[in-house]
T-cell receptor, first 111, second 112 residues
Framework: DAGVTQSPTHLIKTRGQQVTLRCSPI?????VSWYQQVLGQGPQFIFQ???????GRGNFPDRFSARQFPNYSSELNVNALLLGDSALYLC??????????FGPGTRLTVL | KQEVTQIPAALSVPEGENLVLNCSFT??????LQWFRQDPGKGLTSLLL?????REQTSGRLNASLDKSSGRSTLYIAASQPGDSATYLC???????????FGEGTQLTVNP
């Protein structure tokens, strides 16, 4: 079975632009979470979606938004990009409230 | 607010050595604790998951222990190999939600 997949792998944007990152969970997993990992730090929680509803939100500005589709895939949108948004964005899926499985991440560079 | 700390931040050891990585958390009301491995620029690979009711979990050369009352977990790696070189992250899941709170990781280098 395929693991969590994310696209694109790498992305370069300029300040002020908007970006959309995509995630497909493991088949059968209904929960998707998004994390931001700045270089040299641990991942920080952004959002969690379960059954297409937002179930948790981290301490991120309103420029960050997400949604989950009927097939449980998810998109993370970031508007008005800042240099500080440069990071590895990780998606995780889970079947239950237990173990989370992470994808390979999308490396976003904002110039 | 839950805070997770990992000590040491970096560790360099010769091949074959047994080693211990430490993780501490401030709020003992956790649901579980998970140890991950991360290779440079890559995603996270789950190594071990310990439920709050458990004391330890083992997988191959890895053993993780949990002392919830004192807010500590350790990851023991036996007979380290150069392929173990990576950043090791611990994360706690709180009972009140589904988010994971991560430490900043321990960067391990195992020298041949």
């Amino acid at each position: 079975d395929a693991g969590v997949t994310q696209s694109p792998t790498h992305l370069i944007k300029t300040r002020g632009q908007q970006v959309t990152l995509r995630c497909s969970p493991i088949s059968g997993h209904k929960s998707v979470s998004w994390y931001q990992q700045v270089l040299g730090q641990g991942p920080q929680f952004i959002f969690q979606y379960y059954e297409k509803e937002e179930r948790g939100r981290g301490n991120f500005p309103d420029r960050f938004s997400a949604r989950q589709f009927p097939n449980y895939s998810s998109e993370l949108n970031v508007n008005a990009l800042l240099l500080g948004d440069s990071a590895l964005y990780l998606c995780a899926s889970s079947l239950t409230v237990n173990e989370q499985f992470f994808g390979p991440g999308t490396r976003l560079t904002v110039l | 607010k839950q805070e997770v700390t990992q000590i040491p931040a970096a560790l360099s050891v010769p091949e074959g050595e047994n080693l211990v990585l430490n993780c501490s958390f401030t709020d003992s009301a956790i649901y579980n604790l998970q140890w991950f491995r991360q290779d440079p620029g890559k995603g996270l690979t789950s190594l071990l998951l310990i439920q709050s009711s458990q004391r330890e979990q083992t997988s191959g050369r890895l053993n993780a222990s949990l002392d919830k009352s004192s807010g500590r977990s350790t990851l023991y790696i036996a007979a380290s190999q150069p392929g173990d070189s990576a950043t090791y992250l611990c994360a706690v899941k709180e009972t009140s939600g589904s988010r994971l709170t991560f430490g900043e990781g321990t960067q391990l280098t195992v020298n041949p």
